[in-house]
């Protein structure tokens, strides 16, 4: 022991001898600091490659759309590479909106459909939205394709729209005029997100906002609302739960919060789907937590293909050292949907 201490002590004398000839002569102009860097840098470069970048899981309950999917969108199969600085969860979600950019895009037969009180001042009737409900998009939907009923009609949803897409979808089965549908960041199993979202850092970073933003949209409404629910009560909620509580679920005549959130999880209908749908997810999404992603129900339906990537945050997928243009997102969106007009024809008898 006492010849190991004396070792110690000659080793600790060396070494701050040596580091005190580093800062006289200077850390980079020894040449010891390019090192270091170049060392970890090369050490980040290999962990990313190892362990960060990876090929998407392509989940699908019918060799025919893995092949369609394989051969005419086949950015599902190649490796995606999340932006090197920026890969974890929680960081491209709070980014992706100020840091991606907004080019002017000119649409053609393309409509976005709004929910109630969320795009204007004007509500007209005492009634707001919800994941389960899917009125208001079986209208619009109907209503489109009787406008252009030979036209190719497909649909995409994000998040909470695609939500309401799925439950659409699972509700109506083929009898939809839809073509097929694309779906991002999905909120799977409703109890499984509420849970996910209320650990302290993802309450700090997204629940209390998002919070206060429903808030927001029905208190420009309040004289519509009194009647039926107690918007002092609402307007003190401290979690998305807590609003859907005292809010929604009242407002939607569910007779608990666990009803309405049964109701709102598409999980529950996937395996009813009867038209070619595709889900991008990520398996770190903490809106969607990876447990709750139904992997077993959409091998049972030949229409569904999930396609899981490691990272991309909710609604996220970033790419690139600097990813001001298009996400992955933005390429499985355009790839799918050219696919589908294109050579929809090849999955007519799936």
Request: aromatic share 12%; hydrophobic share 40%.
């Amino acid at each position: 022991m006492q010849r190991l201490a004396m070792d110690l002590r000659l080793l600790s004398r060396e070494l701050s001898l040596y580091l005190e000839h580093q800062v006289r002569v200077g850390f980079f102009g020894s040449g010891v600091g390019l090192s270091l860097i170049l060392g970890f840098s090369v050490a980040y470069a290999c962990y990313y490659l190892s362990s960060i970048a990876k090929k998407p899981q392509l989940v699908t309950g019918g060799e025919s759309f893995s092949r369609f999917l394989q051969d005419h969108c086949p950015v599902v199969t190649e490796t995606y590479y999340p932006t090197v600085w920026c890969w974890e969860s929680r960081g491209q979600t709070l980014l992706r909106p100020f840091i991606t950019s907004k080019p002017l895009v000119q649409y053609r037969k393309c409509v976005v459909f709004n929910n109630r009180g969320v795009a204007g001042e004007n509500l007209l009737t005492p009634r707001t939205y919800c994941c389960a409900n899917t009125e208001d998009l079986e209208t619009v939907i109907h209503h489109v394709h009787s406008l252009y009923p030979s036209a190719p009609f497909l649909a995409a949803g994000v998040s909470m729209g695609g939500m309401l897409l799925l439950n659409y979808l699972g509700k109506i089965g083929p009898k939809t005029p839809l073509m097929a549908a694309a779906t991002f960041s999905v909120g799977w199993n409703t109890f499984a997100c509420s849970e996910s979202l209320e650990k302290p850092l993802n309450w700090l970073l997204f629940n209390y906002y998002l919070t206060t933003c429903l808030q927001s949209s029905v208190n420009k409404h309040r004289h519509m609302f009194v009647k039926q629910v107690d918007m002092d009560h609402v307007m003190k909620a401290k979690s998305i739960r807590e609003f859907d509580k005292r809010f929604t679920s009242v407002m939607f005549g569910y007779r608990t919060i666990d009803d309405y959130y049964t109701d709102a999880s598409p999980n529950r209908r996937l395996k009813s789907v009867g038209i070619p749908v595709l889900c991008l997810n990520s398996v770190d999404d903490v809106f969607s937590p990876s447990h709750a992603i139904p992997i077993e129900t959409a091998k049972q339906n030949p229409n569904v293909a999930l396609v899981l990537t490691s990272y991309g945050g909710h609604i996220g997928f970033l790419e690139g050292i600097w990813p001001r243009q298009s996400t992955y997102m933005d390429r499985v969106f355009k790839q799918f949907v050219q696919a589908m007009v294109e050579h929809g024809h090849e999955l007519s008898n799936m």
